[in-house]
């Protein structure tokens, strides 16, 4: 079981790494449901672990439809992270309809190489799952993040277990939304998804007054036994069905 975590900073990227996750997911901004790291955030988090590193592309906040300025940024965003030695890149771009953008998907995909991508929880936004699930293999991204089109993973479980079975080995499926250690062993085994996503993150908030304007300061950490009791429960189903096998 290939385990994802989410993260957006060199405290929880080593944290991810000691707990035992595969890969994670760096982002900044987690607020706005991340967008693309600093070239400093990038390289520091690539210093400091060994596992994978895959790095949010995301030029802003906001829908999913990009001007072709936009997507000149995501390309230079892209050539940027390469140049960090970076494992791969997630980014999903979508047309006015909603649907998934082959043609500018595909574009940056194959600029991207020979980096891995995966593309993101903008295909939970498109109204046939089943057919983007096609336009995304057809776009030649590695993986898909998804709950199935349902506000978390759980509730999207059935689906998940539908576009699993459809891809057919063309592309992994990776559960993500609301997946936690006490509901990672009982979502993979019903859905049979290899890979899984969580950002694990508990937020602090505080206050802090700066001359006459008040900010709101939000944090967001990954704890060491958090992911190691993640990695534990998802690593549970593997000896599952290895038990199914034996019986």
């Known amino acids: 079981?290939?385990?994802?975590?989410?993260?957006?900073?060199?405290?929880?990227?080593?944290?991810?790494?000691?707990?035992?996750?595969?890969?994670?997911?760096?982002?900044?901004?987690?607020?706005?449901?991340?967008?693309?790291?600093?070239?400093?955030?990038?390289?520091?988090?690539?210093?400091?672990?060994?596992?994978?590193?895959?790095?949010i592309i995301r030029p802003r906040g906001g829908d999913f439809i990009y001007s072709d300025t936009e997507l000149d940024v995501m390309a230079r965003d892209i050539e940027e992270a390469k140049t960090r030695k970076v494992d791969g890149v997630v980014f999903g771009i979508?047309?006015?309809?909603?649907?998934?953008?082959i043609e500018r998907t595909?574009?940056?995909?194959?600029?991207?190489?020979?980096?891995?991508?995966?593309?993101?929880?903008?295909?939970?936004?498109?109204?046939?799952?089943?057919?983007?699930?096609?336009?995304?293999?057809s776009a030649g991204a590695d993986r898909i993040l998804t709950s199935g089109g349902a506000a978390d993973a759980l509730e999207g479980m059935d689906r998940l277990a539908q576009l699993h079975k459809a891809a057919r080995g063309r592309i992994s499926i990776m559960a993500g939304g609301g997946i936690r250690p006490s509901n990672v062993r009982a979502l993979t085994l019903r859905t049979g998804v290899a890979e899984v996503h969580s950002s694990?993150?508990?937020?602090?908030?505080?206050?802090?007054q700066m001359g006459s304007d008040r900010y709101g300061r939000r944090t967001y950490l990954v704890l060491e036994d958090d992911v190691r009791a993640f990695r534990a429960a998802a690593g549970a189903t593997a000896l599952d069905a290895e038990m199914d096998i034996r019986r």
């Open 1 to 55: 079981m290939n385990v994802e975590i989410c993260i957006d900073s060199v405290q929880s990227a080593i944290a991810a790494a000691r707990g035992g996750a595969n890969r994670v997911e760096l982002c900044s901004a987690l607020s706005e449901d991340g967008i693309t790291p600093s070239a400093g955030l990038i390289s520091a988090v690539r210093d400091a672990i060994d596992i994978d590193v895959f790095v």
């Open 94 to 101: 979508l047309k006015e309809d909603g649907e998934i953008d």
């Open 106 to 137: 595909r574009r940056l995909v194959e600029f991207a190489r020979p980096l891995g991508v995966t593309f993101h929880r903008a295909f939970d936004l498109c109204s046939d799952l089943g057919r983007s699930l096609e336009d995304v293999i």
């Open 200 to 208: 694990l993150s508990k937020s602090s908030g505080e206050s802090a």
